[in-house]
């Protein structure tokens, strides 16, 4: 009898399990998104929007440049429909493949790009369902020189909020060993405002402008 009671609810969690798997944007779909001579960098899925449906984010990188896209999956009945729900770009020259993680509805993306001065930003978005759209609402930057030539700066905005922090990195050395402290850290709040995944400011230049002593 336990057997007989048991096989219902495990059935249950197949169908829930395949009909996740089913929502999500398809490899042929991404694929087919695909410019000439882009490829899929980075690809993440997750409900970025909290309405249940397993949303699909990639970047797809190229000679042109790389973009970020993400598709909501839209279910009117029995029918699912993938939706674009926003994009930008990421600045070209990468040190590496970028990375994607989903936290409690929000999509985040860490990028470190540049060369021996470098810029390691992270990006954070929640999706707004009802208007198939995607908002940032949080940006990181931080700029610095990986062979420690130069002074360096970094900035945190919650967008929520509007809080904003910045502060100069300066080298320091001591005998043989060379390194960054934070100097001159200023928190102010900036006026709240919605910015859609296409208005994503560039991070370089928005720290450039939030500390002018940037380099």
Do not use: Q
């Amino acid at each position: 009898m336990r057997f007989l009671l048991a096989f219902p609810a495990a059935a249950m969690l197949v169908c829930s399990a395949a009909a996740g798997s089913a929502s999500r944007s398809s490899d042929a779909e991404i694929a087919a998104k695909l410019k000439v001579g882009e490829e899929v960098e980075a690809r993440i899925n997750g409900d970025f929007n909290g309405d249940g449906e397993i949303d699909t984010a990639w970047i797809a990188a190229g000679p042109d440049g790389r973009t970020v896209h993400v598709h909501f999956a839209l279910r009117k009945g029995a029918d699912l429909h993938h939706v674009p729900a926003g994009s930008f770009a990421l600045p070209s020259e990468r040190l590496g493949p970028a990375d994607l993680s989903v936290s409690k509805d929000v999509l985040v993306i860490r990028d470190l790009t540049g060369g021996t001065t470098a810029l390691a930003a992270t990006y954070r978005f929640r999706g707004d369902a009802a208007a198939t759209r995607m908002r940032l609402i949080g940006l990181d930057a931080r700029l610095y020189s990986r062979t420690f030539a130069h002074d360096g700066a970094k900035m945190s905005w919650n967008l929520l909020t509007g809080d904003l922090v910045t502060a100069r990195l300066e080298l320091t050395r001591s005998g043989d060993e060379t390194a960054y402290r934070e100097a001159g850290t200023k928190r102010v709040r900036r006026p709240i405002a919605v910015v859609d995944m296409e208005s994503t400011p560039d991070a370089e230049s928005e720290l450039a402008a939030m500390v002018p002593s940037t380099g």
